[in-house]
């Protein structure tokens, strides 16, 4: 021990090599992203709420983007793309897998830290190197990326239509799937070989069994879009042609390439980004899992069936990914193919919400601002899940695809689901991570007026795009058949700001909490796992003595005992 | 509100496959919500109650895997079948009409064959963001772009195709109904997407065969 307190400050908070420290550097970062991002979508919704109306200030933040306040349609493109980058690549993906991922793991499964510690130093600071060189687009000629988080090709591939911000683009991207990859690394090593003893796989928490599952996920599919993305760069810098087909014409030019082939980009990209939603979705699930036993004092409901369906949607989310691609010009065929595929993965997901509601059943609940947020999880998700059925449907998708429907689908799953799963592990957490507990009335009206405003933001979406307004469009009034929207894109907009506005009370809470919170003691929330079991917040080494599990995760209530909860490590 | 007044034989098809996955999936939302609900004020601790101490139950949990699959299972029977009857190739019938669009930043460059049946030929028939069709009969549309993705779109036919460079595509399709419709670019293609409008005409056979005349003599 006395050698870890000698460490200096850098060593200790910058360049640590301690999961937790690690983890909670992901947890500032990425809640710092998520705020950029959101201030973008803000933007965004000022263009579509009222579409050409000047915001005079703005000119001096974004001279080129938005002259005389006036925003062009370039950077409205610009606003989309970086907005949907940046949630997923930086804010999502990095809160979910780099913070949780990191602190919990090892705390969970009873280690001292990470298999490779100085591997996962390194996988932080790759991480804002990537956000860096993606976010330089903004500064240089011609602005950021503009062809979508998706970035298809010859959009993204040709000099001609996208700038050195798409380049840029592509190669933070590559940085970022380093960092996903050592992170993941890790987890599976720390999983698989430092488990305490006693802790087998059944007993391990479903947030573990989740984050486990979605490291699989990240080292079996990051390569790919890695791959699919230097194959861009070399496209757009040596002239190559894996993309670009022949006979392409731009401004008037016959374009040199010849041989490539558009919707291979398209492959490549979802069979990554198919696993991604699920790298984004499976951990959020996981923190459901170990915050709605314990608020609502009762084991969870079918434990084997919550874990192996986490395996499932794991394995068969990999065989999903062309269901994206529907209408781009594959072979129908194939189109079944992955209709029946999406289908299949649509059941164990039901089967995780099934037993959820069957843990809620009979239960003692207690709602508590984590509890809050979790529920919120799961009444948002479903709405997510149930219309991923329209859009598996081929027929149906004809309609929707790139239309706000599917905005809207994946708000309710990455917003609705990621997030408010984020939120309900940051308050579930916090008081282990700092030792200290947030404010609870705070926290529960910081509750309610996100998932008021988040629904009336995002249903309406559902209804533009039956209406067919496309995705990605910068004033929809161009069309006669879309101007009725007007109205309700005003209502949108609105319900954002004031969306955007109450995650001010969180950020108020979350800082005024770590110095001033109520102190939190080991087990503020009477929970049975491992992680509660060592001081808040944990000494470096985690564990005073290794713990020696005994039983499974969830067992509260137990009859004939005083306390309604039991340790993992409890004599009985 | 819901989906404009569909003007394709493939329209109605589509409908009632949405109506049926929004009665399903209408069904389990209530459902889900109304137990979460539900459960939420039942077992609220403050009656200080103790919680039950179960773990499962396979019978359950074997019904809430196997029904959603069941109906998964007909849903994606159900949608083959419209699947297969909108993209399947056709044969080329002496009555279908066929018209070229092609795709660019950002515009849609319509031609029709003109009276030889042929595309390439001095007599084909071009017009910008004007395509129209006749009402019943069928039309072979084929589908390509000059440069980047773009997407053909039209809500009252319920179609979208990708138009992809180095990839042409078809849709077939029937008009039922005389109208005027949007054209809209479903796909990112660059800073003039959301501009990129063509408009559709479909008119009675007369009609269309009058203004291809008209057409071709403004040429
Ligand atoms: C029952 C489960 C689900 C089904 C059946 C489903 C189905 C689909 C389908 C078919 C599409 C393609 C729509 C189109 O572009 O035409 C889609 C898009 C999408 N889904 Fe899901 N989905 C499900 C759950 C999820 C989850 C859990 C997530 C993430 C947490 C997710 C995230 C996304 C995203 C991000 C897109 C849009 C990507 C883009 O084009 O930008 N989905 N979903
Ligand atoms: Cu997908
Ligand atoms: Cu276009």
């Given at each position: 021990m006395s050698e870890h307190k000698r460490l200096g400050f850098v060593r200790k908070y910058i360049f640590s090599t301690d999961h937790k420290i690690i983890g909670i550097q992901f947890l500032f970062s990425s809640l710092i992203f998520m705020a950029f991002g959101g201030l973008l979508a803000m933007l965004m919704r000022w263009q579509l709420g009222?579409?050409?109306?000047?915001?005079?200030?703005m000119e001096k933040v974004a001279p080129a983007g938005m002259p005389g306040g006036v925003m062009v349609p370039e950077y409205y493109n610009m606003l989309f793309t970086m907005h949907g980058s940046v949630m997923i690549f930086f804010g999502v993906i990095p809160i979910l897998a780099g913070a949780f991922g990191n602190y919990l793991i090892p705390l969970k499964v009873g280690a001292?830290?990470?298999?490779f510690p100085r591997l996962n130093m390194l996988s932080y600071w790759l991480f804002p190197i990537a956000a860096a060189t993606v976010l330089a687009g903004f500064f240089v000629e011609g602005g950021a990326a503009a062809s979508g988080w998706t970035a298809y090709p010859p959009l993204s591939g040709l000099k001609e239509t996208m700038g050195p911000g798409q380049t840029l683009w592509a190669a933070g991207v590559v940085v970022l799937g380093f960092s996903s990859i050592l992170g993941a690394v890790n987890y599976v090593a720390t999983v698989i070989n430092h488990r305490a003893p006693g802790m087998s796989f059944h007993r391990l928490p479903i947030s573990i069994w989740a984050l486990f599952t979605t490291a699989v996920l990240t080292l079996l599919a990051t390569p790919v879009l890695a791959a699919a993305m230097i194959l861009l760069l070399l496209d757009r810098s040596l002239g190559t042609s894996f993309f670009l087909p022949a006979g392409m014409i731009v401004d008037g030019n016959l374009l040199p390439h010849a041989g490539g082939q558009a919707i291979l980009w398209q492959h490549l990209f979802w069979f990554y980004s198919h696993p991604a939603v699920y790298i984004m979705i499976l951990p959020a699930m996981g923190f459901v899992s170990d915050i709605l036993p314990t608020f609502s004092r009762k084991p969870i409901f079918g434990y084997h069936a919550i874990a192996y369906s986490a395996v499932a949607i794991g394995a068969v989310g990999f065989l999903v990914w062309a269901h994206h691609m529907f209408q781009s010009g594959m072979n129908p065929t194939l189109g079944t193919t992955f209709m029946i595929s999406t289908m299949v993965v649509a059941v164990p997901t039901g089967v995780k919400v099934f037993s959820w509601l069957g843990t809620l059943w009979r239960g003692s609940i207690r709602l508590t601002t984590p509890m809050l947020h979790a529920l919120g999880f799961i009444s948002m998700f479903i709405i997510g899940g149930l219309t991923g059925i329209f859009l598996a449907s081929t027929p149906v998708d004809m309609y929707f695809h790139d239309t706000y429907f599917v905005v809207g689908h994946i708000h309710y799953v990455l917003f609705g689901g990621s997030l408010f799963g984020a939120f309900a592990g940051i308050t579930f957490w916090f008081p282990k991570m700092f030792g200290r507990r947030m404010n609870e009335p705070w926290g529960k009206i910081h509750f309610w007026l996100t998932f008021l405003f988040f629904n009336c933001v995002m249903f309406p979406m559902f209804s533009l795009g039956l209406g067919g307004m496309p995705r990605?469009?910068?004033?929809?009034?161009?069309?006669p058949g879309l101007v009725h929207f007007a109205g309700l894109n005003r209502m949108m907009s609105m319900a954002a700001f004031c969306l955007m506005a109450s995650q001010l009370l969180f950020a108020f809470n979350f800082l005024y909490s770590l110095f001033r919170g109520k102190k939190a003691g080991e087990n503020p929330w009477e929970a049975t796992t491992l992680e509660w079991e060592t001081p808040s917040p944990p000494p470096h080494g985690n564990f005073a003595k290794t713990p020696v599990v005994l039983r499974g995760p969830y067992e509260f209530s137990?009859?004939?005992?005083?306390?309604d909860w039991q340790l993992q490590t409890e004599e009985d | 509100m819901l989906l404009p007044e569909g003007a394709s034989t493939i329209a109605p098809e589509v409908d009632r496959l949405f109506w049926i996955i929004l009665w399903i999936t209408g069904f389990f939302f209530f459902l889900v919500q109304g137990c979460l609900l539900l459960f939420v004020l039942k077992y609220h601790s403050r009656g200080g109650q103790k919680a039950a101490y179960v773990h499962g139950n396979a019978m359950v949990e074997v019904v809430w895997t196997v029904v959603p699959a069941v109906i998964l299972l007909l849903l994606t029977v159900a949608s083959q079948k419209v699947w297969a009857q909108i993209r399947s190739p056709r044969p080329i019938t002496p009555g279908m009409i066929q018209v070229e669009v092609l795709a660019e930043q950002f515009a849609w460059n319509v031609r029709y064959p003109g009276?030889?049946?042929?595309?390439?030929?001095?007599?084909d028939i071009t017009t910008i963001n004007q395509l129209h069709l006749p009402v019943g009969r069928p039309a072979l549309v084929r589908i390509r772009s000059k440069d980047v993705i773009h997407s053909f779109f039209v809500p009252q036919f319920r179609i979208k195709q990708d138009a992809v460079p180095g990839l042409p595509t078809q849709v077939w399709l029937e008009p039922t109904k005389a109208g005027e419709y949007e054209l809209r670019c479903a796909e990112l293609c660059g800073l003039g997407h959301y501009r990129m409008r063509g408009y559709v005409t479909t008119e009675p056979e007369e009609q269309f065969q009058k203004w291809l005349t008209e057409t071709k003599a403004n040429e």
């Open positions: 009222w579409p050409g109306a000047a915001l005079p200030w001292p830290d990470m298999a990605r469009i910068y004033d929809y009034t161009q069309y137990v009859p004939g005992r005083e306390r | 009276p030889d049946g042929q595309f390439d030929t001095s007599d």
